[in-house]
């Protein structure tokens, strides 16, 4: 296994170190991660993974790089560790609109270049993350995709449709989430106790999408089996359409591409 470093060991570069470390994709000595403030990752160094705020050391001793800065400072990162770059090197870049043309271009190298919208299930290893690649070979693009596919489920996706994967796919979790909390409220109206409204409501949804993933079904059809003619179901989804429920969603998810095409 080849050596990991994840230049900003924030939120999504600390979730994506465990992940790895949990799924065994690589040893924590196989780890190197950065941040200026080093103490926050002291967790993982009491596990054994390298850590400090020297980007050009860690890019030194590894062989995938993954940039997990914020996308203002993706630039400024690699623009300091251009001199320690080779091409055995694999740049993955999870920023958010920066395109592997720029990555590239700041990197002034012919490099295997990689962009990953993974979404923050990542910390327990259920991510969809989408993966696109520039100049990887089928090795690489397979390494990078297994890599993924240890922290939930990678699919590959042409670079243009990117953005619409981080609507999507990152975006996506919060849309659910307060899915999850609507019904919950709902529940509660209903006469249940926040608690147990939220083990309902949570396992209903993670019922439904596994439903979806193992029977490989369209909703449409499953909605079709809980629906009695003149029932309660039909009746209560027929009222939620009336007052707008999945053309709410659609202009949501229509938004926030607008928002992010910007
Ligand atoms: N969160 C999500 O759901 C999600 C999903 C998909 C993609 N993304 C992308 O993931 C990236 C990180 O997002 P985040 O939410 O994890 O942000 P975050 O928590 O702010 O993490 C960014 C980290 O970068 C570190 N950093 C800043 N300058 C650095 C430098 N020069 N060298 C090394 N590390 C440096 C910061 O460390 P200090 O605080 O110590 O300065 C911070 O820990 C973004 O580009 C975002 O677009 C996020």
Known sequence: M??????????????????????????????YVTRN??????????????????????????QIII??????????????IRLALTPEHIIVSVATGITTE???????????????????????????????AKN??????????????NLGQAVEIQEELMEAATVLGACGIAYVLRFIRAMMQGGIEIGFGAEIASTIATQTVKGAAELLIKGGKHPEEEIDKVTTPKGCTISG??????????????????????????
Not at 136 to 149: G, M, Y
Request: charged share 25%; net charge neutral.
């Open 237 to 262: 989804l027929n009222e939620m359409e009336h007052r707008g429920f999945s053309s709410s969603l659609i202009k949501g998810i229509l938004n926030s591409y607008q928002k992010i095409e910007k």
């Open 37 to 62: 403030r080093v103490e926050r990752l002291n967790a993982l160094k009491e596990e054994g993974v390298k850590v400090s705020n020297n980007n050009l050391e860690a890019v030194q001793c590894s």
């Open 102 to 132: 720029q990555i590239l271009s700041a990197a002034q190298k012919e490099l295997s270049v990689f962009r990953a919208m993974p979404n923050t299930a990542i910390a327990i290893r259920e991510s969809i993350t989408c993966i696109c």
């Open 136 to 149: 990887a070979n089928e090795t690489e693009r397979q390494k990078i995709v297994d890599l993924f596919n």
């Open 2 to 31: 080849q050596k990991i470093a994840i230049l900003g060991g924030g939120n999504l570069g600390q979730a994506i170190a465990w992940g790895l470390l949990e799924s065994k994709s690589c040893t924590a000595e196989q780890l």
């Open 67 to 80: 940039l997990a800065v914020k996308p203002y400072k993706i630039l400024d990162v690699l623009d300091g």
